[in-house]
């Protein structure tokens, strides 16, 4: 997944050095672009797992 690395900190909880950090703080437009395939991956795998491993 192609995701900046001070987008994936953000979404980690982790707090972005003020040399990186833009005006733009939380990065939101990038968080939900980013989000997106990552849980359309985890509904994949979620979909391939057997009953008794799923997570509801």
Same mark, same amino acid.
């Given at each position: 997944?192609?995701?900046?690395? /001070? ?6 909880? /982790? ?7 833009? /005006? ?33």
């Amino acid at each position: 997944m192609d995701v900046l690395f /001070h987008v994936a900190k953000t979404m980690l909880g /982790h707090k972005i050095h003020t040399g990186v950090q833009s /005006h733009n703080y939380e990065y939101l437009d990038e968080q939900r672009k980013a989000y997106a395939p990552w849980a359309s991956l985890v509904s994949n795998v979620n979909a391939t797992t057997p009953e008794y491993y799923q997570i509801d």
